[in-house]
C-alpha cells in the first residue's frame, strides 16, 4: 500500500543521514538503491566492507561472483589457477573461444570488473594447494568450488582456526544436481519483522539471534542412522545424492575432474571410495550402487547453465546474508536436484539429539 512505501522511504531518508552516508559514495547510494530499501544502509555497509574470496571460476563460480559483484560487496579475490577448456564455454558467461588456453581469471576479470566498478577484484593465479593456511583467514568470507574434499576440509580449519570469524562455504555443479557446505561457526544475526500491535498499527520488531556450526568433518561424517532422522521419510534418494557426492569429492583428492563416463578404470577408483563411504557410514546393502548413482556420476563432469545458475544464485545470496547480518541464514548444507526442481536444506552433523533434529527440519525444508 502507499502508507507502507511512504514508510519504508521515511526509513530510508532518516538511514540515508550525513552520518549514514560516511562510507558509501553517492554514486554508491545511487546504484544500490533498491537493495538499501531491502536490506538498510547498515547492512550495504557491512558488505561493502567485506572482503570475499572464491576459489573456482568454472561456471557456477561465474555465477557467484556475478551476483556478489553486484551487490557491492568491497573486494572480490578470485583464485583459479586453471587454464580455459572448450568444456568452460557452455556454463561460463565472462569467456569466449579465443580465451581456450589461457587463464580462466585473467580471461573474466574484465567481464567482472565491467558490471560494478565500484568492487575491487583481484585476480589470483596461484594453484590453491600453494597457499598458506593465513593466506585465507584474510577474508570475511571464503567460498570454494570444484575443490577436492582434502583441501576442503585443509582450508575451513583453518578458517576455524583463525583469531576472527570467517564464513566458509564450499558447493559444486554436478550435471543435474549440486550441493553447498556451509560453516559459519557462531554467526549472529538479526531478523526484523513486522506486526501489528493492538491499535492495528504497523511496528517493527528487530531480534538477535547466534546460530551455532559445525565444521566439515563433522558434515561428512554424520552416520547414516544420523542421516536418516535429518532427511526423513522417503529421503533415500537425498541420502544416496550426499554420500555419493562425498564420494565424487574424495575422487578429487588425487584426479583433477570427475570421473570420465565410459573410463572403466575411474569408475573402478570411484567404486572402490563409494564402498569404504558403504562400511565407513554403515549404509543398507546396495545404495551407492544403483543406476541412480550413475546417474549422478555419470553427469558429474559436466556443468549445465540453468543450475549453474540456479545454485549460484543460492550460494550468493546466503554469502550476502552472512556478511549482511540481515536474515537467518541455512544451516548448513543444500543437496541440489534439478529433476525434482527443488533444493534440499539440512542441518548435517552427528549424534543428533531430538531437539536439534526438530529444529533442522523448522528450517528451510525445500526451496523451489
Keep these: 500500500t502507499q502508507s507502507t512505501w511512504d514508510r519504508i522511504n521515511r526509513i530510508i531518508e532518516l538511514e540515508m543521514s550525513d552520518t549514514a552516508k560516511m562510507d558509501l559514495t553517492e554514486d554508491e547510494a545511487a546504484v544500490y538503491d533498491r537493495q538499501i530499501r531491502v536490506w538498510g544502509v547498515e547492512a550495504q555497509k557491512r558488505m561493502r566492507q567485506c572482503r570475499v574470496l572464491l576459489c573456482g571460476?568454472?561456471?557456477?563460480?561465474?555465477?557467484?561472483?556475478?551476483?556478489?559483484?553486484?551487490?557491492?560487496?568491497?573486494?572480490?579475490?578470485?583464485?583459479?589457477?586453471?587454464?580455459?577448456?572448450?568444456?568452460?564455454?557452455?556454463?561460463?558467461?565472462?569467456?569466449?573461444?579465443?580465451?581456450?588456453?589461457?587463464?580462466?581469471?585473467?580471461?573474466?576479470?574484465?567481464?567482472?570488473?565491467?558490471?560494478?566498478?565500484?568492487?575491487?577484484?583481484?585476480?589470483?593465479?596461484?594453484?590453491?594447494?600453494?597457499?598458506?593456511?593465513?593466506?585465507?583467514?584474510?577474508?570475511?568470507?571464503?567460498?570454494?568450488?570444484?575443490?577436492?574434499?582434502?583441501?576442503?576440509?585443509?582450508?575451513?580449519?583453518?578458517?576455524?582456526?583463525?583469531?576472527?570469524?570467517?564464513?566458509?562455504?564450499?558447493?559444486?555443479?554436478?550435471?543435474?544436481?549440486?550441493?553447498?557446505?556451509?560453516?559459519?561457526?557462531?554467526?549472529?544475526?538479526?531478523?526484523?519483522?513486522?506486526?501489528?500491535?493492538?491499535?492495528?498499527?504497523?511496528?517493527?520488531?528487530?531480534?538477535?539471534?547466534?546460530?551455532?556450526y559445525v565444521d566439515l568433518q563433522s558434515i561428512i561424517s554424520t552416520k547414516h542412522s544420523d542421516m536418516g532422522k535429518i532427511i526423513g521419510k522417503r529421503g533415500e534418494p537425498s541420502i544416496r545424492l550426499y554420500y555419493t557426492i562425498i564420494g565424487l569429492l574424495k575422487y578429487l583428492n588425487n584426479n583433477a575432474e570427475y570421473p570420465m563416463p565410459g573410463n572403466s578404470d575411474q569408475r573402478q577408483q570411484l567404486e572402490r571410495l563409494l564402498n569404504e563411504i558403504n562400511e565407513a557410514h554403515g549404509l543398507p546393502s546396495g545404495l551407492l550402487s544403483t543406476d541412480d548413482v550413475s546417474t549422478i556420476v555419470n553427469a558429474s563432469r559436466f556443468e549445465l547453465a540453468p543450475v549453474c545458475a540456479i545454485l549460484g544464485g543460492l550460494i550468493a545470496q546466503e554469502i550476502l546474508t552472512t556478511i549482511s547480518g540481515k536474515g537467518e541464514p541455512l544451516n548448513n548444507t543444500i543437496l541440489y536436484n534439478a529433476h525434482h526442481g527443488a533444493a534440499l536444506v539440512r542441518q548435517i552433523r552427528p549424534a543428533l539429539t531430538e531437539q536439534v533434529v526438530a529444529k533442522a527440519h523448522c528450517s528451510a525444508e525445500e526451496i523451489e
Design 57 to 212: 571460476l568454472r561456471g557456477l563460480g561465474a555465477e557467484i561472483a556475478k551476483n556478489l559483484v553486484l551487490a557491492g560487496i568491497g573486494s572480490l579475490t578470485i583464485l583459479d589457477s586453471q587454464n580455459v577448456q572448450i568444456s568452460d564455454l557452455s556454463s561460463q558467461f565472462f569467456l569466449s573461444e579465443e580465451d581456450v588456453g589461457k587463464n580462466r581469471a585473467e580471461c573474466s576479470a574484465a567481464g567482472i570488473r565491467a558490471l560494478n566498478p565500484n568492487v575491487n577484484v583481484v585476480i589470483d593465479t596461484e594453484d590453491l594447494a600453494q597457499k598458506s593456511d593465513n593466506f585465507f583467514r584474510q577474508f570475511e568470507a571464503v567460498c570454494l568450488t570444484h575443490v577436492s574434499l582434502d583441501n576442503q576440509l585443509r582450508i575451513n580449519k583453518a578458517v576455524r582456526d583463525g583469531d576472527k570469524s570467517i564464513c566458509f562455504f564450499a558447493a559444486d555443479s554436478l550435471g543435474f544436481y549440486g550441493y553447498m557446505f556451509e560453516d559459519l561457526k557462531s554467526h549472529h544475526y538479526v531478523v526484523t519483522a513486522t506486526k501489528k500491535n493492538e491499535k492495528g498499527e504497523e511496528q517493527e520488531e528487530t531480534r538477535e539471534h547466534t546460530a551455532e
